[in-house]
């Protein structure tokens, strides 16, 4: 991320039009907001839309405006977000999402050609830097003649990919420590916490990091997370990589199951050593039949 940040504050300098790819919920948005910050546009107005959201007949009139009574519920005029933008920087989240009338009439605005306001008369001129996300592959719908293809280049003309956080590890703990200290300052992680963050694959990325971490923070007790603060899901994926990956056999996982209760002779303890729920333990341990051995009725 720090790499990528170096990157940013590069591309930031210049007026180029960004197109930023990656997973949903990898730091798209985050990256934008960073373009925006170490701009020269950064005094100006920050604007973003998510064009999923919205339906057709509604993102035409956001994107740019419309005049009293140019349909119905119109009882005054609403400049759009170009007009928002002006001088600063307009940020279009899902870009692939446009259907093909939008996208010919995004082109005309990002090639300097003035615009109308829906029902309106008079041209409209802006000065804004376009920053678009996506979590398309766009080269591949371009292919399929599912977006155009001179959008597409004038949207890229510095193309950003952020990849997911599970090829960027190095990320998890600052990213959650950074999380968990706007959520609850002087609030920390145990070790056995930072070592299930950082083992976990997060297939939600960024956002489910950040949620997990807001979670696990709301619920604790005390002033350190520990490992019952956390998800079950997230204890009991980290269960399955810590013993032996997705192909694990249950003969392995019984007999690892079996040693730390040995050692540590109490559930409790065992859980804690093999990094998941005592909860998740009981499960297993009556899964495998080890109910009835020594070790494993040694609860407390």
Not at 73 to 79: H, V
Not at 81 to 99: K, S
Not at 106 to 133: C, E, P
Not at 213 to 229: F, H, N, P, T, Y
Request: hydrophobic share 40%; with cysteine.
């Amino acid at each position: 991320m720090k790499q990528l940040l170096e990157q940013v504050k590069r591309i930031a300098a210049s007026n180029a039009t960004v197109l930023i790819s990656g997973e949903s919920g990898s730091g798209k948005e985050v990256i934008a907001r960073a373009i925006h910050h170490f701009s020269a546009r950064s005094a100006k107005s920050w604007v973003d839309v998510n064009c999923a959201a919205l339906p057709e007949n509604l993102l035409e009139s956001e994107l740019f405006g419309y005049e009293k009574g140019a349909f119905s519920g119109a009882d005054s005029a609403k400049p759009g977000l170009f007009e928002m933008a002006n001088r600063g920087t307009l940020f279009l989240d899902e870009i692939g999402e446009l259907d093909p009338k939008m996208q010919a009439k995004l082109l005309r605005a990002l090639d300097g050609s003035s615009y109308y306001r829906v029902g309106g008369v008079r041209k409209i001129s802006v000065d804004v830097r376009l920053v678009t996300a996506t979590n398309r592959d766009l080269k591949q719908a371009v292919k399929e003649g599912r977006f155009r293809a001179d959008l597409y280049h004038r949207l890229s003309q510095i193309r950003i990919p952020v990849p997911p956080l599970r090829e960027r590890p190095d990320d998890v703990l600052p990213l959650a420590l950074h999380f968990l200290a706007e959520q609850k300052p002087g609030m920390t992680f145990s070790k056995p916490v930072a070592e299930r963050l950082c083992g976990y694959s997060w297939p939600g990325n960024v956002r489910e990091l950040q949620n997990v971490v807001i979670r696990s923070a709301v619920l604790s007790r005390g002033k350190e997370i520990v490992l019952q603060d956390l998800p079950e899901e997230l204890l009991n994926n980290a269960f399955s990589a810590s013993l032996a990956g997705m192909a694990m056999l249950p003969q392995l996982e019984r007999e690892a199951i079996v040693k730390a209760l040995g050692e540590s002779g109490q559930q409790r303890l065992a859980a804690e050593k093999l990094g998941i729920s005592r909860r998740t333990l009981q499960r297993r341990v009556k899964q495998y039949g080890i109910a009835n051995s020594k070790s494993a009725s040694m609860t407390h």
